[in-house]
């Protein structure tokens, strides 16, 4: 079982940027946690970030895995591009926001990714990704 972990644009600056809003773990710390929930589970994680919509769209595209969690970050708001490409390759993907989406702007509250998303975890702060680790878990051992 293989699990692709997809950070969104500005995600690399996690521990510095807004801590009022994602808190102050750093990108670094956070997968760590990944990797090791991963391992625990008997998964194979691959994790990466990128400031690209292109560069997201090649691995949603390119990458070999079963499952993909995905925090679009802003992305979010505006890609066709990363839609089509879930839609595309078919497989069950869980989007991931640290901050809840609809508590904030209303330019965050709409989702271009959540109508081919399996499902959504928004404003659990990390702790979103590591229950999307265990979702994915249930889900491939389906
Ligand atoms: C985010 C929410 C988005 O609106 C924002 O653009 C981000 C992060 C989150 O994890 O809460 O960059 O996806």
């Known amino acids: 079982m293989k699990i692709l ?18 808190g102050s773990d750093t990108l670094g710390d956070l997968d760590s946690k990944i990797r090791s929930l991963s391992d625990e589970l008997g998964m194979e994680a691959e994790v990466l970030q990128s400031n690209s919509e292109g ?3 090649d691995a949603i595209q390119s990458r070999k895995y079963d499952l993909l969690i995905i925090n679009p970050a ?13 839609a595309a390759v078919g ?3 869980i989007e991931v926001h640290i901050s809840n989406i609809y508590k904030r702007e209303n330019f965050r509250q709409h989702s ?12 659990l702060g990390a702790e979103g990704y590591l229950l ?5 878990k249930k889900i491939l051992s389906e």
């Open 74 to 86: 802003a992305y979010t708001h505006t890609s066709i591009a990363i839609r089509d490409a879930i």
């Open 132 to 136: 999307a680790v265990r979702a994915a």
């Open 91 to 93: 497989k069950p993907a």
């Open 55 to 57: 560069a997201i769209v």
């Open 112 to 123: 271009y990714i959540s109508g081919v998303a399996t499902g959504q975890i928004s404003g």
């Open 5 to 22: 972990i997809i950070h969104g644009p500005n995600l690399n600056l996690l521990g510095k940027r807004e801590p009022g809003i994602y």
